[in-house]
């Protein structure tokens, strides 16, 4: 098992929330592995404030928490 499949798989236990961030080289594994091995939600995003920002604002809506990469 590799690092990101470990990650990915304590995520997806934890909670079912969507997740917010954008593709880089650093999570391009984790992020694939989070779409096509957990069918989770991913909400594309341009810069990191963003993300941070609507995972927050998913957070206080829903009252789950919001998880970004």
């Given at each position: 098992m590799k690092v990101y499949?470990?990650?990915?798989?304590?995520?997806?236990?934890?909670?079912?929330?969507?997740?917010?961030?954008?593709?880089?080289?650093g999570n391009m594994d984790l992020i694939v592995e989070f779409a096509e091995r957990h069918s989770r939600t991913l909400v594309h995003e341009r810069h990191e404030q963003n993300a941070v920002a609507m995972a927050d604002g998913y957070a206080r809506f829903s009252g789950r928490p919001g998880s970004v990469l």
């Open positions: 499949e470990a990650v990915a798989r304590a995520i997806s236990d934890a909670t079912d929330s969507p997740i917010f961030g954008f593709m880089g080289d």
